[in-house]
Nanobody, 121 residues
């Protein structure tokens, strides 16, 4: 069984930075991904990290601004978000799957509760 707990959301001005954390309990050789969902929109892929191969994948909209990383000792995956824009405002979810990197939400078996990120203009 895998449990995911996100922390680190909040309110930030455009151009600012936030770091989200996802504490993963249970098996650690999953792929861990970040998704986000803005009001009235579908959940969309942000970034993913494969524990086994170290592969990372990013959505085009966040490439060069967001970085996904892990701390093996803490079983935690981070999403460092820089140069934030108002369109990054959403609830951010951590997710895990028992396979390699995927970018569709239906591919993920486990989900955290979500953390709100609000970027003001």
């Amino acid at each position: 069984q895998v449990q995911l707990v996100e922390t680190g959301g909040g309110l930030v001005q455009a151009g600012g930075s936030l770091r989200l954390s996802c504490a993963v309990s249970g098996r650690t050789y999953y792929t861990t991904g970040w998704f986000r969902q803005a009001p009235g929109k579908e959940r969309e892929f942000v970034a993913a990290f494969s524990w086994g191969g170290g592969t990372t994948t990013y959505a085009d909209s966040v490439k060069g601004r967001f970085t996904i990383s892990r701390d093996n000792g803490k079983n935690t995956v981070y999403l460092q978000m820089n140069s934030l824009k108002p369109e990054d405002t959403a609830v951010y979810y951590c997710a895990a799957r028992i396979a390699g990197v995927a970018i569709t939400s239906l591919s993920y078996n486990y989900w955290g509760q979500g953390t709100q990120v609000t970027v003001s203009s």
